[in-house]
C-alpha cells in the first residue's frame, strides 16, 4: 500500500523497470530455477542515477534534439512540396534525406541522452522446461503414437507410404510443366548448307566488303530477328591475312580468302565474344577474358573457356557472297553434361 | 601535209608536248599497278582478290531488298579520275555497304587524282597538295628517326606507306604519334604535339607516298539517329570501349580508349581505318552507320545523362559496391558507433 | 470512487473512474478483454536489449529491408514484366524508335515518366546493396563474438538462409529490367545451370521454359521477386525476430553482465526510440544515396540483344564473388564417354559458394565438436579470445573478398595500368596466399592482445584544475555508469527496479520537474 498517495496527483513518478517476466509475486509453482520474484525490491528513489538522463547539459541536448526536429519537419514538407512541384530527383532525395535523417537523428538523441540512462536489467529465465515436463511430452510423443499404430503399422506404413509417393508426384507438374525437355536443341543451330551469312539488319556480305582486320557479327539469312535464334545461331566474322591464317587439319577450305567465321556464343558462359584485338589477332571475351587465338581455330590460349569456339566453315557463292557450307560441326557455347566433345585440338598449319 | 607541218616552227614543241603527254599518261597507269602490288604490310588499299576493276552489277533479289555492287570498271578507256579511284582503293559508292543507307557518291577529281568523295553523311577529304612539302619537312623533324625518312618502317616502327591520310591524321590529332617511346604495348594518347594542320600536312606527304583511301573524314551530324547509333554502338563498339565509352583494359597489356575526348573526325577515323588493335570497320558499315556511330559518341557517350546524381565513372557495379559498401554500411555503421555503447 | 449505479455522471467522474492512467488505461483494458495482452505486453515493454554499438548492425538490415519492401511495392506498381518486344516513344528521347522489351521500357519509363520514380527505384537498388552489406557485416560480428553458439544455432541457420535469399533476390531483382548488362548476367545464370552433371540441361530448360532466352524468363522472375522470396524472407525475419525475443540478445560480459542477465535498456521507450530513430536515419541515408549516387543507370545502357555485349560488366558486389571464382578458375574441364563435366564451370559456380554456405551452416555444430563445448552461452566472447574461432573467419573473409576483387580485374589492370594477363595470374596467386597469411596474421594478432592488459579500453578522462596557489592538479573524471574500467564487481549494478501498480509515488515530493522521467498528468 503507498503511503505517499497525494491527493491529486498520486501517479508522478512511473519508475521504469524490467521485471523478470515471471508473474509477480512468483506463480504456480512452476518450478522455475531462478524466480527473481522471491525478493521485492523497493521501487528505486527519484534520484537514483539510473533514472537521470545520460547527458551533462540536459537543456543543451533539449535545444539540439528541438533544432532537429524542426529541421527535420522542413525537410519532409520540402519533400511534399517538391513533389507537387516536380522539382527533379535530386531535390527530391535532399529533402529527404535531410527530413528523415534529422528526425531520427533527434529522436535518437533523444533515447540516448534525455531519457533514463540506466543501465537496466533483467533476469533470463532458463526456457528449458523442468524435466518432468520434458518426459510428460516424450512420454506423449511416444505412448501417444505406440497407441495408435500399435497392431496397425501396416496402415501407419501405407499412410507413410501415401504421403511420400505425393510428395514425390508433386513435383512433376512444379517441375516439369516449367519447360521443355532440352532433346536436340542444345546440338543444333540454324546455320545449314548455304546459309547465307547477313548482318543483323539483314545485309548479305559481299568478299570485298572487308579489309584485313574487319569484324562483323553475322547471322543465318532469315534468322537474324528474333532473340532465341541469335543466342545460337550469332557468329562473327573475321578477316585476316590469308597468309598467316592457320588451319587445322580438314579446314582448309573452311576460311576463304583470310575470312573466318567462328561461332560468337563462347565456349565458357555463353557471352557473345565481340571484342577482337586485330593486330594480336585475338578474341578477347569480354564477360572473363578468356582469349581465342583467331589464327588458330580460335584455340583458347588464355582464361577460364576450356574449348575453341567451333568455326563455320564458308564459301564465297557465285556472285561473291558468303555462304556456309553446313552448319558447325560442335555444340556452340558452354559445356554441359550431354555434350559429346568433337573437333577439338590444336591446329596445324595446312 | 607533214611536211607542212614539219616546215611550221611550232611543229616540234608541239611533238614533244604531245609525246611527254602520251608517256605520262601510259606510265600513270603502269604506275598503278605497281603501287598496288608494292602495298604490301597492312595492306589497307585495295583488296587483292578478284581482278582488279572487275566490276559488276549484281541484282539480289531477297524478300524484295536489292544489294546492288557497284566498282569503277577499269577499262582502257577509263579516265583518269576512276583509274585513281581504284588505285587508292576506293569503291563506289563509298567503301560501304548498301547504296540504299546513302545517297549517291560524289567523287571529285583534280587533275587526274581523287581528292573528295564521300555522300551525304560523311565527306572524305584529300589535303591540298600545297601541304606536301611543310608535310615532309616535318615527317623529316619529327617522325624519321623512328619510321625512317622513307617512312618505310624500321625495327621499332612499322611501315606507313599506304596507310593512307586518315590514319595518319588519326595517329597526330590524338596524340598518340610522336610516340613517348617506341618499344610501348600500345602508344598512349596524350596532348598532341603537332597541331591539326600540321597532322594534315604529314599525312598529305605521306599519302603522296602511296596514295590510298581512306582520306580524312568530315562527319555531318545533321540528320544522324542516335537510337541507330546506340544499336550499332552496341554491336560493334561497346565489347572493348564499355557501353559508356569508358574504355578497358584488353589482352597482354593493350586496352580500349576512353572515348571522352574524341572528336567526331577522329572518331569515324578509327572505325575507318582500325588503329593498331582496333577492327577495321569499312564494307560492313556504311558511311550513314558510321555517322550515327559518331554522334552517338559525341553527344550521348561524351555528354553522358547522369540522371541519377554522380555518374561514379561509368564503370557500373564495381563502384556501385563500393560506395555501396563505403558509404551505406560503413556510414551507417558510424551512425551506429554513435548511437550504442562501446564498452 | 465506487460509483453508485455504475454509470458516471459527470465527466470528473468518468474520467475519475479510469484510474489514474486515464484513457490509456481504458484502452488497455479493452485490449485485454479481447486479447489479453496486458500481461504479455508489459513484459514486452520491459525487455531489455543491450546498447553495445555492433548489436545495431542487424537493425541496419533489418530497415533496409523496410525501405526495400516500401519502395518496391511502389516500383511493382508501375513495372511490366514482359518479354513482348515493343517500340519505344516514351519522353527519354534517345531511345525514341528503338526496339525493346516491355519490361525495359516500363523500367526506363519508372527512371523518367514517374514522378520520384528514379528515387525510387534507385534507393531500392541501393538498400538492396546496402541490405546485403549489413547482413554480411552483422552475420561477422555473430561470428566473431560467437552468438551462434547454443542456444542460438537455429537462428544462425535462419540467418544464413537469408543471406542466400537476399543475394538472391537482389540478382533476380536487377535482372528485372532487361537491360544490356543484367541480361549477359542472365546468360551466365544460364549456362551455370547447364553445367550441372546430369540434370543442368533441364534445369536450365525448365526454368527458361525452352532454350536461352526464350519468353518467359523475366515474367517468372518477377513472380519470384516480388512474392516468393519476400514471402520467405519476411517470414524468416519474423522467426529470426521471435528468437531474439524469446531467447533474449546476447551481451559482452562487463560490469554486472552474467550469463543470466541481460543489461541495458528497456524496450519501451529508450530502444524503441533509438531504433526508430535509427531506422529514420538509414532511410535518409538511403535516400541521399538513392538520388546522388547514380546506380544502374540503364538507359545508358540499352536493351539487352543476344549479340550485344559490353566490356567492364561485373555482376553487383554480392554476386561478385562468384565472378571472381569463375575468372580466376583455370579451363578444367572432364570429356569422356559422351559426357562433359565443365568443371571450370561448375567448381567456381556451385561447388565452391554451396562450400562457403555448407561451412556457414555448419559451423556451430563443427565448433561444438571441435571445442568440445556444449554449454549455453549468453555472454559474447572477444573475438581476441578466441583466436582460432577469429582466424578461420578472417581467413574465410580474406579469401572471399580476394575472389570479390577478382571480378574486377580488368577495371583493376586500366586503373593501374598493369597488363591484364598478369592481374589475372595476381588473383589466381593471391587467392590461395591470402587466406592462408591472414589466418596467420589474424591468429598472431589474437594471441598478442591477449596479453595486453587494457588494450583498446577507454581511459577515463582526467580533469584539469588549477589551485589558487597556481599548482595544477589532475583528478579523474567521476565515473558514469557504463564507463568500463573495472574488473567485476561482486555486486551487480545495475539495480533492478520494480514497479508496484499501488506504490506509485517514489517519494513524497512531487516530481514534476524532472526531465526524462514520465509524468502523468490529472486533471
Same mark, same amino acid.
Given at each position: 500500500?503507498?503511503?505517499?498517495?497525494?491527493?491529486?496527483?498520486?501517479?508522478?513518478?512511473?519508475?521504469?523497470?524490467?521485471?523478470?517476466?515471471? =508473474?509477480?509475486?512468483?506463480?504456480?509453482?512452476?518450478?522455475?530455477?531462478?524466480?527473481?520474484?522471491?525478493?521485492?525490491?523497493?521501487?528505486?528513489?527519484?534520484?537514483?542515477?539510473?533514472?537521470?538522463?545520460?547527458?551533462?547539459?540536459?537543456?543543451?541536448?533539449?535545444?539540439?534534439?528541438?533544432?532537429?526536429?524542426?529541421?527535420?519537419?522542413?525537410?519532409?514538407?520540402?519533400?511534399?512540396?517538391?513533389?507537387?512541384?516536380?522539382?527533379?530527383?535530386?531535390?527530391?532525395?535532399?529533402?529527404?534525406?535531410?527530413?528523415?535523417?534529422?528526425?531520427?537523428?533527434?529522436?535518437?538523441?533523444?533515447?540516448?541522452?534525455?531519457?533514463?540512462?540506466?543501465?537496466?536489467?533483467?533476469?533470463? &529465465?532458463?526456457?528449458?522446461?523442468?524435466?518432468?515436463?520434458?518426459?510428460?511430452?516424450?512420454?506423449?510423443?511416444?505412448?501417444?503414437?505406440?497407441?495408435?499404430?500399435?497392431?496397425?503399422?501396416?496402415?501407419?506404413?501405407?499412410?507413410?507410404?501415401?504421403?511420400?509417393?505425393?510428395?514425390?508426384?508433386?513435383?512433376?507438374?512444379?517441375?516439369?510443366?516449367?519447360?521443355?525437355?532440352?532433346?536436340?536443341?542444345?546440338?543444333?543451330?540454324?546455320?545449314?548448307?548455304?546459309?547465307?551469312?547477313?548482318?543483323?539488319?539483314?545485309?548479305?556480305?559481299?568478299?570485298?566488303?572487308?579489309?584485313?582486320?574487319?569484324?562483323? +557479327?553475322?547471322?543465318?539469312?532469315?534468322?537474324?530477328?528474333?532473340?532465341?535464334?541469335?543466342?545460337?545461331?550469332?557468329?562473327?566474322?573475321?578477316?585476316?591475312?590469308?597468309?598467316?591464317?592457320?588451319?587445322?587439319?580438314?579446314?582448309?577450305?573452311?576460311?576463304?580468302?583470310?575470312?573466318?567465321?567462328?561461332?560468337?556464343?563462347?565456349?565458357?558462359?555463353?557471352?557473345?565474344?565481340?571484342?577482337?584485338?586485330?593486330?594480336?589477332?585475338?578474341?578477347?571475351?569480354?564477360?572473363?577474358?578468356?582469349?581465342?587465338?583467331?589464327?588458330?581455330?580460335?584455340?583458347?590460349?588464355?582464361?577460364?573457356?576450356?574449348?575453341?569456339?567451333?568455326?563455320?566453315?564458308?564459301?564465297?557463292?557465285?556472285?561473291?557472297?558468303?555462304?556456309?557450307?553446313?552448319?558447325?560441326?560442335?555444340?556452340?557455347?558452354?559445356?554441359?553434361?550431354?555434350?559429346?566433345?568433337?573437333?577439338?585440338?590444336?591446329?596445324?598449319?595446312? | 601535209?607533214?611536211?607542212?607541218?614539219?616546215?611550221?616552227?611550232?611543229?616540234?614543241?608541239?611533238?614533244?608536248?604531245?609525246?611527254?603527254?602520251?608517256?605520262?599518261?601510259?606510265?600513270?597507269?603502269?604506275?598503278? !599497278?605497281?603501287?598496288?602490288?608494292?602495298?604490301?604490310?597492312?595492306?589497307?588499299?585495295?583488296?587483292?582478290?578478284?581482278?582488279?576493276?572487275?566490276?559488276?552489277?549484281?541484282?539480289?533479289?531477297?524478300?524484295?531488298?536489292?544489294?546492288?555492287?557497284?566498282?569503277?570498271?577499269?577499262?582502257?578507256?577509263?579516265?583518269?579520275?576512276?583509274?585513281?579511284?581504284?588505285?587508292?582503293?576506293?569503291?563506289?559508292?563509298?567503301?560501304?555497304?548498301?547504296?540504299?543507307?546513302?545517297?549517291?557518291?560524289?567523287?571529285?577529281?583534280?587533275?587526274?587524282?581523287?581528292?573528295?568523295?564521300?555522300?551525304?553523311?560523311?565527306?572524305?577529304?584529300?589535303?591540298?597538295?600545297?601541304?606536301?612539302?611543310?608535310?615532309?619537312?616535318?615527317?623529316?623533324?619529327?617522325?624519321?628517326?623512328?619510321?625512317?625518312?622513307?617512312?618505310?618502317?624500321?625495327?621499332?616502327?612499322?611501315?606507313?606507306?599506304?596507310?593512307?591520310?586518315?590514319?595518319?591524321?588519326?595517329?597526330?590529332?590524338?596524340?598518340?604519334?610522336?610516340?613517348?617511346?617506341?618499344?610501348?604495348?600500345?602508344?598512349?594518347? !596524350? =596532348?598532341?604535339?603537332?597541331?591539326?594542320?600540321?597532322?594534315?600536312?604529314?599525312?598529305?606527304?605521306?599519302?603522296?607516298?602511296?596514295?590510298?583511301?581512306?582520306?580524312?573524314?568530315?562527319?555531318?551530324?545533321?540528320?544522324?539517329?542516335?537510337?541507330?547509333?546506340?544499336?550499332?554502338?552496341?554491336?560493334?563498339?561497346?565489347?572493348?570501349?564499355?557501353?559508356?565509352?569508358?574504355?578497358?583494359?584488353?589482352?597482354?597489356?593493350?586496352?580500349?580508349?576512353?572515348?571522352?575526348?574524341?572528336?567526331?573526325?577522329?572518331?569515324?577515323?578509327?572505325?575507318?581505318?582500325?588503329?593498331?588493335?582496333?577492327?577495321?570497320?569499312?564494307?560492313?558499315?556504311?558511311?550513314?552507320?558510321?555517322?550515327?556511330?559518331?554522334?552517338?559518341?559525341?553527344?550521348?557517350?561524351?555528354?553522358?545523362?547522369?540522371?541519377?546524381?554522380?555518374?561514379?565513372?561509368?564503370?557500373?557495379?564495381?563502384?556501385?559496391?563500393?560506395?555501396?559498401?563505403?558509404?551505406?554500411?560503413?556510414?551507417?555503421?558510424?551512425?551506429?558507433?554513435?548511437?550504442?555503447?562501446?564498452? | 470512487?465506487?460509483?453508485?449505479?455504475?454509470?458516471?455522471?459527470?465527466?470528473?467522474?468518468?474520467?475519475?473512474?479510469?484510474?489514474?492512467?486515464?484513457?490509456?488505461?481504458?484502452?488497455?483494458?479493452?485490449?485485454?478483454?479481447?486479447?489479453?495482452?496486458?500481461?504479455?505486453?508489459?513484459?514486452?515493454?520491459?525487455?531489455?536489449?543491450?546498447? &553495445?554499438?555492433?548489436?545495431?548492425?542487424?537493425?541496419?538490415?533489418?530497415?533496409?529491408?523496410?525501405?526495400?519492401?516500401?519502395?518496391?511495392?511502389?516500383?511493382?506498381?508501375?513495372?511490366?514484366?514482359?518479354?513482348?518486344?515493343?517500340?519505344?516513344?516514351?519522353?527519354?528521347?534517345?531511345?525514341?524508335?528503338?526496339?525493346?522489351?516491355?519490361?525495359?521500357?516500363?523500367?526506363?519509363?519508372?527512371?523518367?515518366?514517374?514522378?520520384?520514380?528514379?528515387?525510387?527505384?534507385?534507393?531500392?537498388?541501393?538498400?538492396?546493396?546496402?541490405?546485403?552489406?549489413?547482413?554480411?557485416?552483422?552475420?561477422?560480428?555473430?561470428?566473431?563474438?560467437?552468438?551462434?553458439? !547454443?542456444?542460438?544455432?537455429?537462428?544462425?541457420?535462419?540467418?544464413?538462409?537469408?543471406?542466400?535469399?537476399?543475394?538472391?533476390?537482389?540478382?533476380?531483382?536487377?535482372?528485372?529490367?532487361?537491360?544490356?548488362?543484367?541480361?549477359?548476367?542472365?546468360?551466365?545464370?544460364?549456362?551455370?545451370?547447364?553445367?550441372?552433371?546430369?540434370?543442368?540441361?533441364?534445369?536450365?530448360?525448365?526454368?527458361?521454359?525452352?532454350?536461352?532466352?526464350?519468353?518467359?524468363?523475366?515474367?517468372?522472375?518477377?513472380?519470384?521477386?516480388?512474392?516468393?522470396?519476400?514471402?520467405?524472407?519476411?517470414?524468416?525475419?519474423?522467426?529470426?525476430?521471435?528468437?531474439?525475443?524469446?531467447?533474449?540478445?546476447?551481451?559482452?560480459?562487463?560490469?554486472?553482465?552474467?550469463?543470466?542477465?541481460?543489461?541495458?535498456? =528497456?524496450?519501451?521507450?529508450?530502444?524503441?526510440?533509438?531504433?526508430?530513430?535509427?531506422?529514420?536515419?538509414? +532511410?535518409?541515408?538511403?535516400?541521399?544515396?538513392?538520388?546522388?549516387?547514380?546506380?544502374?543507370?540503364?538507359?545508358?545502357?540499352?536493351?539487352?540483344?543476344?549479340?550485344?555485349?559490353?566490356?567492364?560488366?561485373?555482376?553487383?558486389?554480392?554476386?561478385?564473388?562468384?565472378?571472381?571464382?569463375?575468372?580466376?578458375?583455370?579451363?578444367?574441364?572432364?570429356?569422356?564417354?559422351? &559426357?562433359?563435366?565443365?568443371?571450370?564451370?561448375?567448381? =567456381?559456380?556451385?561447388?565452391?559458394?554451396?562450400?562457403?554456405?555448407?561451412?556457414?551452416?555448419?559451423?556451430?555444430?563443427?565448433?561444438?565438436?571441435?571445442?568440445?563445448?556444449?554449454?549455453?552461452?549468453?555472454?559474447?566472447?572477444?573475438?581476441?579470445?578466441?583466436?582460432?574461432?577469429?582466424?578461420?573467419?578472417?581467413?574465410?573473409?580474406?579469401?572471399?573478398?580476394?575472389?570479390?576483387?577478382?571480378?574486377?580485374?580488368?577495371?583493376?589492370?586500366?586503373?593501374?595500368?598493369?597488363?591484364?594477363?598478369?592481374?589475372?595470374?595476381?588473383?589466381?596467386?593471391?587467392?590461395?596466399?591470402?587466406?592462408?597469411?591472414?589466418?596467420?596474421?589474424?591468429?598472431?594478432?589474437?594471441?598478442?592482445?591477449?596479453?595486453?592488459?587494457?588494450?583498446?579500453?577507454? !581511459?577515463?578522462?582526467?580533469?584539469?584544475?588549477?589551485?589558487?596557489?597556481?599548482?595544477?592538479?589532475?583528478?579523474?573524471?567521476?565515473?558514469?555508469?557504463?564507463?568500463?574500467?573495472?574488473?567485476?564487481?561482486?555486486?551487480?549494478?545495475?539495480?533492478?527496479?520494480?514497479?508496484?501498480?499501488?506504490?506509485?509515488?517514489?517519494?513524497?515530493?512531487?516530481?514534476?520537474?524532472?526531465?526524462?522521467?514520465?509524468?502523468?498528468?490529472?486533471?
Amino acid at each position: 500500500m503507498s503511503e505517499h498517495e497525494d491527493a491529486p496527483a498520486p501517479g508522478d513518478v512511473e519508475v521504469l523497470g524490467a521485471a523478470g517476466g515471471a =508473474p509477480a509475486g512468483g506463480g504456480p509453482g512452476t518450478g522455475d530455477g531462478h524466480d527473481p520474484e522471491a525478493v521485492r525490491l523497493p521501487a528505486a528513489p527519484a534520484d537514483d542515477p539510473h533514472l537521470q538522463e545520460a547527458a551533462r547539459h540536459p537543456r543543451r541536448v533539449e535545444g539540439i534534439v528541438g533544432l532537429s526536429f524542426l529541421i527535420g519537419i522542413a525537410g519532409v514538407c520540402a519533400f511534399g512540396g517538391a513533389y507537387v512541384e516536380s522539382a527533379g530527383t535530386q531535390v527530391y532525395a535532399a529533402t529527404l534525406f535531410i527530413g528523415l535523417f534529422f528526425l531520427g537523428f533527434g529522436l535518437t538523441a533523444w533515447g540516448k541522452y534525455l531519457m533514463p540512462r540506466g543501465p537496466f536489467v533483467e533476469e533470463r &529465465h532458463p526456457m528449458e522446461s523442468s524435466a518432468r515436463d520434458r518426459q510428460a511430452m516424450a512420454a506423449a510423443l511416444v505412448e501417444r503414437t505406440g497407441i495408435v499404430v500399435r497392431r496397425r503399422k501396416v496402415l501407419g506404413g501405407l499412410l507413410v507410404t501415401g504421403l511420400g509417393c505425393f510428395g514425390i508426384v508433386a513435383a512433376f507438374p512444379l517441375l516439369r510443366s516449367l519447360g521443355p525437355k532440352p532433346g536436340s536443341s542444345l546440338f543444333k543451330t540454324n546455320w545449314k548448307k548455304g546459309s547465307l551469312l547477313v548482318d543483323i539488319n539483314g545485309k548479305p556480305v559481299h568478299r570485298t566488303d572487308m579489309q584485313v582486320g574487319g569484324l562483323l +557479327t553475322v547471322f543465318p539469312k532469315g534468322k537474324q530477328s528474333t532473340t532465341t535464334a541469335q543466342a545460337v545461331d550469332q557468329t562473327v566474322l573475321i578477316r585476316v591475312q590469308s597468309t598467316t591464317l592457320v588451319t587445322m587439319k580438314g579446314r582448309g577450305d573452311w576460311a576463304p580468302d583470310g575470312y573466318v567465321a567462328y561461332s560468337k556464343v563462347c565456349t565458357h558462359l555463353g557471352c557473345p565474344v565481340g571484342l577482337y584485338e586485330q593486330e594480336l589477332e585475338l578474341l578477347v571475351c569480354p564477360c572473363h577474358q578468356s582469349m581465342f587465338n583467331v589464327r588458330d581455330g580460335a584455340f583458347p590460349v588464355f582464361g577460364p573457356a576450356p574449348r575453341p569456339l567451333p568455326q563455320l566453315p564458308i564459301y564465297f557463292d557465285s556472285t561473291g557472297f558468303l555462304r556456309a557450307r553446313r552448319g558447325f560441326d560442335q555444340p556452340v557455347g558452354p559445356g554441359f553434361w550431354e555434350r559429346t566433345t568433337i573437333g577439338n585440338g590444336k591446329a596445324s598449319a595446312t | 601535209m607533214i611536211r607542212r607541218l614539219t616546215r611550221n616552227r611550232l611543229a616540234l614543241p608541239a611533238a614533244l608536248i604531245l609525246a611527254v603527254a602520251l608517256g605520262a599518261i601510259l606510265s600513270l597507269s603502269s604506275g598503278a !599497278k605497281a603501287a598496288t602490288r608494292q602495298a604490301g604490310t597492312g595492306s589497307s588499299t585495295a583488296p587483292t582478290t578478284g581482278a582488279p576493276g572487275s566490276g559488276r552489277h549484281v541484282n539480289l533479289t531477297a524478300g524484295g531488298t536489292h544489294f546492288v555492287n557497284t566498282r569503277p570498271r577499269v577499262t582502257p578507256h577509263a579516265t583518269a579520275c576512276t583509274k585513281d579511284a581504284e588505285r587508292i582503293g576506293y569503291k563506289a559508292p563509298p567503301d560501304s555497304g548498301s547504296p540504299q543507307d546513302s545517297t549517291p557518291a560524289d567523287l571529285v577529281c583534280s587533275h587526274g587524282r581523287v581528292v573528295r568523295y564521300g555522300d551525304s553523311a560523311i565527306t572524305y577529304t584529300l589535303p591540298p597538295s600545297s601541304f606536301i612539302a611543310a608535310g615532309h619537312r616535318l615527317f623529316e623533324e619529327n617522325c624519321s628517326s623512328c619510321h625512317l625518312p622513307t617512312a618505310q618502317g624500321s625495327a621499332v616502327a612499322p611501315s606507313l606507306r599506304g596507310v593512307g591520310p586518315a590514319t595518319v591524321d588519326f595517329w597526330v590529332t590524338t596524340g598518340r604519334m610522336p610516340a613517348a617511346t617506341p618499344l610501348q604495348v600500345q602508344a598512349q594518347q !596524350k =596532348p598532341p604535339r603537332l597541331t591539326d594542320r600540321q597532322a594534315e600536312e604529314v599525312a598529305a606527304w605521306i599519302n603522296s607516298l602511296t596514295p590510298t583511301a581512306p582520306y580524312i573524314p568530315d562527319v555531318h551530324l545533321k540528320g544522324a539517329s542516335l537510337t541507330k547509333g546506340a544499336t550499332l554502338f552496341a554491336l560493334n563498339c561497346a565489347a572493348c570501349h564499355t557501353i559508356t565509352g569508358a574504355g578497358d583494359a584488353l589482352a597482354y597489356g593493350t586496352y580500349a580508349p576512353s572515348l571522352r575526348l574524341a572528336t567526331p573526325t577522329q572518331v569515324a577515323e578509327a572505325i575507318r581505318t582500325g588503329p593498331g588493335n582496333m577492327p577495321r570497320f569499312t564494307g560492313n558499315l556504311s558511311d550513314a552507320q558510321v555517322r550515327d556511330i559518331v554522334a552517338y559518341v559525341t553527344e550521348k557517350i561524351q555528354h553522358p545523362q547522369d540522371a541519377g546524381g554522380f555518374g561514379l565513372g561509368g564503370v557500373g557495379p564495381v563502384a556501385e559496391g563500393f560506395v555501396a559498401l563505403l558509404f551505406g554500411v560503413g556510414g551507417l555503421m558510424l551512425v551506429s558507433f554513435w548511437i550504442g555503447d562501446r564498452s | 470512487m465506487a460509483m453508485t449505479d455504475g454509470r458516471p455522471r459527470t465527466r470528473r467522474e468518468a474520467r475519475r473512474a479510469l484510474g489514474p492512467y486515464g484513457r490509456i488505461q481504458q484502452a488497455v483494458n479493452e485490449l485485454d478483454d479481447r486479447v489479453g495482452i496486458a500481461k504479455g505486453g508489459r513484459v514486452l515493454l520491459d525487455k531489455i536489449f543491450p546498447d &553495445h554499438w555492433s548489436f545495431m548492425l542487424g537493425e541496419v538490415a533489418l530497415y533496409s529491408f523496410v525501405v526495400l519492401v516500401a519502395t518496391g511495392i511502389f516500383l511493382t506498381l508501375y513495372y511490366v514484366p514482359s518479354s513482348s518486344i515493343v517500340v519505344y516513344h516514351g519522353v527519354y528521347k534517345p531511345l525514341d524508335g528503338m526496339k525493346m522489351s516491355g519490361a525495359y521500357e516500363s523500367t526506363v519509363n519508372l527512371s523518367f515518366a514517374v514522378r520520384a520514380g528514379l528515387l525510387m527505384r534507385q534507393m531500392h537498388h541501393w538498400a538492396a546493396d546496402v541490405f546485403v552489406g549489413s547482413i554480411v557485416v552483422h552475420m561477422a560480428r555473430i561470428f566473431f563474438t560467437g552468438a551462434f553458439r !547454443k542456444p542460438r544455432e537455429l537462428n544462425w541457420t535462419i540467418g544464413i538462409t537469408l543471406l542466400i535469399l537476399a543475394i538472391l533476390n537482389g540478382f533476380i531483382g536487377y535482372s528485372l529490367p532487361d537491360d544490356l548488362i543484367s541480361g549477359t548476367g542472365i546468360r551466365i545464370a544460364y549456362s551455370i545451370l547447364l553445367s550441372i552433371p546430369f540434370v543442368g540441361s533441364y534445369l536450365a530448360f525448365f526454368l527458361f521454359g525452352g532454350p536461352y532466352p526464350g519468353t518467359i524468363i523475366l515474367e517468372r522472375f518477377y513472380i519470384v521477386h516480388v512474392l516468393i522470396l519476400p514471402l520467405i524472407i519476411i517470414g524468416l525475419i519474423g522467426a529470426h525476430l521471435g528468437l531474439l525475443v524469446r531467447q533474449k540478445h546476447t551481451q559482452f560480459p562487463g560490469h554486472g553482465r552474467t550469463e543470466h542477465n541481460v543489461v541495458g535498456s =528497456p524496450l519501451f521507450p529508450q530502444f524503441a526510440a533509438k531504433t526508430t530513430g535509427f531506422m529514420l536515419m538509414v +532511410t535518409g541515408v538511403l535516400g541521399v544515396l538513392g538520388g546522388y549516387a547514380q546506380i544502374n543507370p540503364i538507359w545508358q545502357f540499352g536493351p539487352y540483344q543476344p549479340p550485344k555485349i559490353s566490356y567492364a560488366v561485373q555482376p553487383d558486389w554480392y554476386m561478385g564473388f562468384l565472378d571472381g571464382a569463375l575468372r580466376i578458375m583455370p579451363s578444367w574441364q572432364w570429356t569422356g564417354w559422351g &559426357h562433359t563435366i565443365p568443371w571450370e564451370v561448375f567448381l =567456381p559456380a556451385v561447388v565452391f559458394p554451396g562450400l562457403v554456405f555448407n561451412i556457414c551452416l555448419m559451423w556451430p555444430a563443427l565448433e561444438r565438436r571441435f571445442t568440445k563445448d556444449y554449454e549455453m552461452h549468453n555472454l559474447l566472447d572477444r573475438p581476441r579470445d578466441r583466436p582460432k574461432r577469429t582466424a578461420a573467419g578472417a581467413a574465410m573473409i580474406g579469401l572471399l573478398f580476394t575472389v570479390f576483387a577478382a571480378s574486377s580485374t580488368d577495371v583493376l589492370a586500366n586503373y593501374f595500368q598493369v597488363s591484364l594477363n598478369e592481374v589475372l595470374w595476381f588473383f589466381r596467386v593471391a587467392v590461395v596466399v591470402v587466406p592462408i597469411v591472414t589466418g596467420l596474421v589474424t591468429w598472431k594478432v589474437c594471441v598478442e592482445m591477449q596479453h595486453v592488459p587494457g588494450a583498446v579500453k577507454r !581511459k577515463r578522462a582526467m580533469v584539469v584544475s588549477r589551485t589558487a596557489e597556481g599548482e595544477y592538479v589532475a583528478v579523474p573524471a567521476p565515473e558514469r555508469p557504463g564507463d568500463e574500467h573495472h574488473e567485476l564487481e561482486p555486486e551487480p549494478v545495475p539495480v533492478r527496479i520494480e514497479l508496484e501498480p499501488e506504490t506509485v509515488g517514489a517519494s513524497g515530493t512531487a516530481s514534476t520537474g524532472e526531465p526524462g522521467v514520465r509524468r502523468v498528468v490529472r486533471g
